[in-house]
């Protein structure tokens, strides 16, 4: 499967931005996927992923409340809203897919090496 994501940009704190992830290629609706972000000078970090009907979500813990993923497999394409944002959420987001449906444990939602299929990240920039 092949990921394009979009939506980044520049935005005050406190402001707020959709993130797409559109694909193409292998079934969209047979994949969890995830948002994973890389802030300068860091290393990526798991930030939320979804089951393949959305029925599942995960959610890094200083994201829960702000951000919330989403996805619309008639449209092959997956969204994070993040909401309040605040300069620490500064990075590239990248979207991955699974070759999995869905996982029995949550945790293994967050890693990085249960996702195959990975998008080019798109800049987030949240300024003070």
């Known amino acids: 499967v092949q990921l394009q994501a979009s939506g980044g940009g520049l935005v005050q704190a406190g402001g707020s931005l959709r993130l797409s992830c559109a694909a193409s290629?292998?079934?969209?609706?047979?994949?969890?996927m995830g948002w994973f972000r890389q802030a300068p000078g860091k290393e990526r970090e798991f930030v939320a992923a979804?089951?393949?009907?959305?029925?599942?979500?995960v959610y890094l813990d200083s994201v829960k409340g702000r951000f919330t993923i989403s996805r619309d497999n008639a449209k092959n394409t997956g969204y994070l809203q993040m909401n309040s944002l605040k300069p620490e959420d500064t990075a590239v987001y990248y979207c991955?897919?699974?070759?999995?449906?869905?996982?029995?444990?949550?945790?293994?939602?967050?890693?990085?090496?249960?996702?195959?299929?990975w998008g080019q990240g798109t800049q987030v920039t949240v300024s003070s």
């Open positions: 290629g292998r079934a969209f609706s047979s994949s969890a």
């Open positions: 991955a897919a699974s070759n999995r449906a869905y996982y029995s444990s949550r945790e293994y939602y967050t890693y990085e090496n249960e996702y195959a299929y």
């Open positions: 979804n089951s393949r009907g959305g029925g599942i979500t």
